[in-house]
């Protein structure tokens, strides 16, 4: 196991449920269930992120993309949402040859309901925005939450997460 990292919060309201039930875009246009889009036996990591080719959210997506393997070795889904348009996601896959789906929430319908659109200050300047957070979830179950998240280390934490839980 790895060097020991930030811990989950054990005390989210969405620890113990099941993901909800609602209709997604993916970067392609196409709708789909979020359920018919995840692992429904295995691992799922589900990330909010606040906005495509941003610093923060490029290099946690660069980080997911350089453990894919890790992930896809332990049959781990993974899938990224941020509610940019499907042609901002298309671009920033293609930029950063992502090779997992990102959904594009931009009615915030998934934020909310996860609880990731929330007010944030910057600057002084309140304003509601997406706290980068992770949910892992064993099937539709979600059972380890990181929020908010801080970027470094985050992916190896997921990582050890799950080798914890398996």
């Not at 979020?34 to 295995?42: M, R, T, V, Y």
Request: with cysteine.
């Amino acid at each position: 196991m790895a060097t020991k990292r930030k811990t989950h919060d054990d005390s989210h309201a969405w620890l113990g449920k099941k993901i909800p039930a609602l209709k997604v875009t993916l970067q392609n246009g196409e709708t789909s269930a979020l359920k018919s889009i995840l692992n429904e036996d295995g691992w799922n990591v589900l990330y909010f992120y606040p906005r495509d080719n941003t610093p923060g959210c490029t290099q946690e997506a660069k980080d997911f993309q350089k453990s894919l393997r890790k992930f896809s070795n332990r049959a781990i889904t993974i899938v990224g949402v941020s509610p940019d348009s499907p042609t901002s996601h298309v671009k920033f896959i293609k930029k950063l040859g992502l090779k997992f789906s990102l959904i594009a929430d931009e009615d915030k319908a998934l934020c909310e309901k996860m609880g990731t659109w929330q007010k944030k200050k910057f600057m002084g300047r309140e304003f509601m925005g997406v706290v980068r957070s992770t949910f892992l979830c064993k099937g539709h179950k979600v059972v380890r939450v990181w929020q908010p998240v801080k970027v470094k280390d985050h992916v190896l934490n997921v990582l050890d997460s799950v080798e914890e839980l398996s």
